[in-house]
């Protein structure tokens, strides 16, 4: 049988190379189980991201829909001039508040609206001048906001988690299809090598002692 080596000094066949060879094929299988367990871990954190993602979309959706309804039951009651005037004191800018998750060295985001938490309480309109009406609208608009800041947050994560478990199974796949066996080869090259050597050895060793034997 022929085997195809690399010549590099790893592949002369003496034990110590054999010995290193060994603790390198012992490192490359366990990176391999680690990239293993991570990919597995990362794939069940999407599919996880995924299920929120929709439910999320869902619930997007539900609060559009009644964030649509309360506007025209405004604007049925107040009248569109009305409510473009109120509307110009409602804050347009929204402080976000940004941390980051680590999941298996994937940093993804956690997105929160802090401006509308901490001034939750606070009516930028006068009351006297308006209906229930367009409280309901703008909380219904504030939670239509608050969701699609959690959505992007969430497609951000599935981009996160999808790129990274592609470089995970490139790196998992390069030392299974090729480190490992490459490795094993070199090792299975070595030993036929020094047993061939040892044996050898032997008929040598033979053969010296006939010829002792015969004097």
């Given at each position: 049988?022929?085997?195809t080596?690399?010549?590099d000094?790893l592949?002369?066949?003496t034990?110590?190379?054999?010995l290193?060879?060994r603790q390198?094929l012992?490192?490359?299988?366990?990176?391999?189980?680690?990239?293993?367990?991570?990919?597995?871990?990362?794939?069940?954190?999407?599919?996880?991201?995924?299920?929120?993602?929709?439910?999320?979309?869902d619930?997007?959706?539900d609060?559009?829909r009644?964030?649509?309804?309360a506007?025209?039951v405004?604007l049925?009651?107040?009248?569109?001039?009305?409510?473009?005037?109120?509307?110009?004191?409602?804050?347009?800018?929204?402080?976000?508040e940004m941390l980051?998750?680590?999941?298996?060295?994937?940093e993804?985001?956690?997105?929160?609206?802090s401006?509308v938490k901490?001034?939750?309480?606070?009516?930028?309109?006068p009351?006297?001048?308006?209906?229930?009406s367009?409280d309901?609208?703008?909380?219904?608009?504030?939670?239509?906001r608050?969701l699609?800041v959690a959505?992007?947050?969430?497609e951000?994560?599935i981009?996160k988690?999808?790129?990274?478990?592609?470089?995970?199974?490139?790196?998992?796949?390069?030392?299974?299809n090729?480190t490992?066996p490459?490795?094993?080869?070199?090792?299975?090259?070595?030993?036929?090598?020094l047993?061939?050597?040892?044996?050898?050895?032997?008929?040598?060793?033979?053969?010296?002692?006939?010829?002792?034997?015969k004097?």
């Amino acid at each position: 049988m022929v085997y195809t080596i690399t010549m590099d000094t790893l592949n002369l066949p003496t034990k110590q190379n054999l010995l290193l060879i060994r603790q390198k094929l012992a490192m490359a299988r366990k990176g391999y189980d680690l990239l293993d367990k991570k990919r597995h871990i990362l794939i069940n954190e999407l599919a996880f991201t995924k299920t929120h993602a929709k439910q999320t979309w869902d619930d997007l959706n539900d609060a559009l829909r009644i964030a649509h309804e309360a506007l025209h039951v405004t604007l049925s009651e107040m009248g569109i001039d009305r409510v473009l005037k109120v509307s110009q004191g409602i804050p347009q800018q929204t402080a976000l508040e940004m941390l980051f998750r680590g999941i298996m060295g994937v940093e993804v985001p956690l997105i929160s609206i802090s401006s509308v938490k901490s001034n939750e309480n606070a009516v930028p309109y006068p009351l006297d001048e308006t209906t229930v009406s367009l409280d309901e609208a703008v909380l219904a608009w504030n939670k239509v906001r608050e969701l699609i800041v959690a959505w992007t947050a969430i497609e951000n994560t599935i981009h996160k988690l999808t790129l990274h478990i592609k470089k995970t199974h490139k790196r998992a796949n390069a030392l299974g299809n090729i480190t490992i066996p490459m490795y094993e080869r070199q090792i299975k090259y070595i030993q036929e090598r020094l047993e061939e050597r040892e044996r050898d050895e032997l008929a040598r060793l033979k053969l010296v002692k006939e010829r002792k034997l015969k004097k």
